[in-house]
C-alpha cells in the first residue's frame, strides 16, 4: 500500500508532465520544483494566514498556477521550433532558478507542514495505511477523474485536446491556441503544486524535493508518455518497485527507477504503451 | 567586403577560405602556443583545463550538434575516460597505450548506447542517456574494489614515452595537442561523406533515409566517436583532477557539458570552443558579480545557481544561435559595414516540430 501511495504521488508530477508534453511536446524538467514551490508556498500561506491548511492549499496550489502560466506566456512561447536540446536545457536552468528562489525565499532547512491527516486506518490486519498516504491515492483518482472530464466534457478541454493534436489546424478553427497552451502549463503546475503538499508530511519540505519529478518522469517513460493512463500505471508500477529492489539489491539504491526505465526503454523504445506513429510523406 | 573566387574543386571544402579567418587562426595559435611565457602556472592551468573542456565540448558537440542526438550522460563517458586512463596508468600500462585503450573502450561503450539509442528519439534519448549517467556514477561509486568507491582513486603522475611531464607547462602543451588533433579531426570528419550523413541525420531522419543513408548505423557511430572524444577528455582531465570521486562524474557535469555546446552555438567546432571558454570563466564572472551587487543580496546563499540559471535563460531566449550566432552577426556587420539591416538576421516564423509523427 505504501508502494501504491508513493507511486501515485509519482502519478500525481507525472500527469503535469505529460499534460504539458502533449500540449506543446516540452519535456519540463523544471516540473519537480513547480512542486517543491507549491509545498513551500502552502506553507507559506498557511503560516502567514492562519486560516488553517485547506485554504492555504487552494491559495497556493492557484499562485503556483500562476507561475506556471507566467513561465510559459513569458518565456517558452518564444522558443518554440528551437532545437530540443535548448528547450531542455531551457527547462533545466528553470529548475536551478526555482530551487535558488526557494532557498533565498523560505530558506534551505527542512521544514514541516501541518496536515489534518493524522493517524492510520486499518481495515481488518490486513491492510494499514496512514492518512496521509491516503490523501494522496484519494487526490490521484479525483484528479484523474477531474481531468478525464475536463478534457471530455467541457469546450475549453475539447479546444486543448485539438490544439495538441495539430497546432496549425487549430488555429484556423479560431482556438485561442497560445491562452490554452499557458493554461495547460498552468494546469500542470496546479497539479504538481498539490502533489508537492500532499507529499510534505511524508517527505517533509526542502529545496531538494524537485528531485522526485525526475523519478516521476521515469515512471512515466516506464507506461509510454503519451498517455496519462499508461503514465499512471508506470507511476505506480515504479512505486511498488523500488522499495523491493531497494530491499533485496542494496547496491542500487536510489536508482532503481532509472535502472526499471533503462530496460523497458531497451526493450521497447517507445514506452509500454505506443504513441508515435510513423510519418507520412 | 571579401568576395570568394573559387578556382579550383579544393576550395569547396577548405578549412580555412577566407584571409581573414586565416589571421586569426594563426593570431590565436602563436598566443597559445606563447601562453606558458607570459602567464603563472595558476593559470596556465586553467587554461590548459579549458582545453580539456573544449575537447569534451567537441565531443558532445558531434552527437548533439552535429547528429541531432541529445545525450544528458555525457559526463559518464568523461568518468569511464578518466577511470579506465587511470586504473591502467596504475597497472603500469604506458600512457600512450592506455590512450588508446580508453578511446577503444569508451568508443566501443558509446556505440553499444548508440545501438539502443538509435531505436529512440526526442526527449526519450535524453531520458534514456540521462539514467545511463546516473547509473554509471553509481557504478563507480559502488565497485569499489577497481574504481576507489566513494573514497576516491589517486591518478598516477603523467609521463609520456617515459619523460615524466611534471610541470604545468608540459601538461598544457600535452592538452594542446590533444585538443589540436580533436578539432583538426573532427572538422575533417565533416567534410567526409560519413560527417555529412550526420548531418543529414539531424536535419531529417526521413530525408536522410529516403537519400540511402543507413540512420541507425549513423547514430552508432555518432555516438562511438563523441563518446571516444570525451574519453579522451576525461582522460586528460584525470590529470588535471589528480584524484578521481565518483560524484565529479555526475548530472551536474553532463549539465555542464550540455550548456556549453548550447551557450556556444549549437552545430559548429567553434561554439563548442566558445562554450569551453564561459564555462571557464563563469565561475571568475559569478564571483565578481557577487561583489559588485550589494551585500544583502550577493551575500545570499545560492545566488550563484540562481545567476547561473538566468544567464542560460536569458542566452536561449534572446540568442538561441549562441555565442556562436552573436559573433556570426557581429562580423557580418564589420565584413559588410553600411549594409547591416536589423532583418539580416530576422528567421523565418516557426511553428511547433512534432515528434509524434516521425
Known amino acids: ?281 | 567586403m571579401e568576395f570568394l573566387f573559387k578556382t579550383a574543386y579544393n576550395d569547396d571544402i577548405r578549412f580555412l577560405a577566407r584571409t581573414g579567418e586565416k589571421i586569426r587562426v594563426a593570431l590565436v595559435m602563436i598566443l597559445m602556443l606563447a601562453a606558458p611565457l607570459v602567464l603563472q602556472d595558476y593559470y596556465l592551468a586553467e587554461l590548459g583545463l579549458m582545453l580539456v573542456y573544449v575537447i569534451a565540448g567537441i565531443g558532445l558537440m558531434v552527437l548533439t550538434g552535429h547528429t541531432g542526438q541529445v545525450s544528458f550522460g555525457h559526463a559518464a563517458f568523461l568518468g569511464i575516460g578518466a577511470y579506465t586512463h587511470s586504473i591502467l596508468l596504475s597497472y603500469g600500462v604506458p600512457f600512450s597505450v592506455s590512450i588508446i585503450i580508453t578511446l577503444l573502450l569508451a568508443g566501443l561503450i558509446g556505440m553499444a548506447l548508440g545501438r539502443s539509442a538509435s531505436k529512440m528519439h526526442g526527449f526519450y534519448l535524453a531520458i534514456a542517456t540521462l539514467a545511463f549517467g546516473i547509473l554509471i556514477e553509481t557504478v563507480f561509486g559502488e565497485w569499489a574494489s577497481l574504481t576507489g568507491g566513494h573514497m576516491g582513486l589517486a591518478v598516477p603522475s603523467l609521463k609520456v614515452f617515459g619523460v615524466s611531464l611534471t610541470q604545468v607547462w608540459q601538461q598544457y602543451y600535452l592538452d594542446l595537442l590533444f585538443a589540436l588533433i580533436v578539432i583538426w579531426g573532427v572538422s575533417n570528419l565533416f567534410r567526409s561523406p560519413t560527417g555529412r550523413s550526420f548531418l543529414a541525420v539531424r536535419d531529417s531522419e526521413l530525408s536522410a533515409r529516403c537519400l540511402g543513408v543507413n540512420v541507425e548505423w549513423v547514430k552508432i557511430q555518432s555516438f562511438g566517436v563523441s563518446a571516444a572524444i570525451t574519453g579522451l577528455a576525461g582522460a586528460l582531465l584525470a590529470h588535471h583532477l589528480t584524484y578521481l570521486a565518483p560524484e565529479v562524474f555526475g548530472v551536474l557535469e553532463s549539465l555542464k557539458l550540455m550548456l556549453m555546446i548550447v551557450v556556444g552555438g549549437l552545430g559548429t567546432v567553434l561554439g563548442a570552443i566558445f562554450g569551453a571558454i564561459v564555462v571557464s570563466i563563469l565561475p571568475v564572472g559569478l564571483s565578481f558579480l557577487k561583489d559588485i551587487l550589494p551585500p544583502s543580496i550577493g551575500q545570499t546563499a545560492g545566488i550563484e545557481p540562481l545567476l547561473f540559471g538566468l544567464i542560460i535563460v536569458l542566452v536561449i531566449v534572446f540568442e538561441p544561435g549562441g555565442l556562436y550566432g552573436r559573433w556570426m552577426k557581429i562580423r557580418f556587420f564589420l565584413e559588410t559595414f553600411p549594409y547591416y539591416r536589423k532583418s539580416s538576421f530576422v528567421r523565418q516564423k516557426s511553428y511547433l516540430k512534432t515528434d509524434r509523427m516521425r
Open chain 1, 1 to 281: 500500500m505504501t508502494g501504491i501511495a508513493q507511486g501515485c504521488a509519482y502519478g500525481l508530477i507525472a500527469l503535469g508532465f505529460v499534460l504539458i508534453y502533449k500540449a506543446t511536446e516540452v519535456v519540463n524538467f523544471a516540473h519537480g520544483e513547480f512542486m517543491m514551490l507549491g509545498a513551500f508556498a502552502v506553507l507559506a500561506f498557511s503560516e502567514a494566514l492562519g486560516w488553517g491548511f485547506w485554504p492555504a492549499f487552494v491559495l497556493g496550489c492557484l499562485s503556483i498556477a500562476v507561475v506556471g502560466y507566467l513561465v510559459d506566456a513569458q518565456i517558452m512561447r518564444r522558443i518554440i521550433g528551437e532545437s530540443q536540446a535548448s528547450i531542455f536545457i531551457l527547462t533545466v536552468a528553470f529548475g536551478f532558478i526555482f530551487r535558488a528562489l526557494a532557498g533565498m525565499i523560505f530558506g534551505w532547512n527542512t521544514r514541516s507542514l501541518d496536515t489534518p491527516f493524522d493517524g492510520k486506518l486499518a481495515i481488518g490486519n490486513l491492510v494499514e495505511i496512514s492518512y496521509d498516504r491516503l490523501s494522496i491515492i484519494v487526490a490521484t483518482v479525483i484528479f484523474v477523474a477531474a481531468i478525464y472530464l475536463f478534457f471530455s466534457r467541457t469546450r475549453y478541454g475539447v479546444a486543448m485536446q485539438a490544439a495538441s493534436q495539430n497546432q496549425l489546424a487549430a488555429y484556423y478553427m479560431g482556438i485561442p491556441v497560445k491562452r490554452l497552451v499557458s493554461m495547460t502549463w498552468a494546469i500542470g503546475a496546479f497539479i504538481a503544486a498539490a502533489a508537492g503538499a500532499l507529499l510534505a508530511p511524508v517527505t517533509q519540505i526542502d529545496t531538494t524535493i524537485g528531485l522526485l519529478g525526475i523519478k516521476a518522469l521515469a515512471g512515466a517513460i516506464v507506461g509510454g508518455f503519451g498517455s496519462i493512463p499508461g503514465a499512471l500505471l508506470g507511476c505506480i508500477l515504479i512505486g511498488v518497485i523500488e522499495p523491493f529492489a531497494d530491499y533485496y539489491l542494496p547496491g542500487i539504491k536510489g536508482v532503481s527507477a532509472y535502472v526499471v526505465m533503462l530496460v523497458v526503454l531497451f526493450v521497447r523504445p517507445e514506452g509500454l504503451i505506443v504513441q508515435t506513429y510513423q510519418k507520412k510523406v
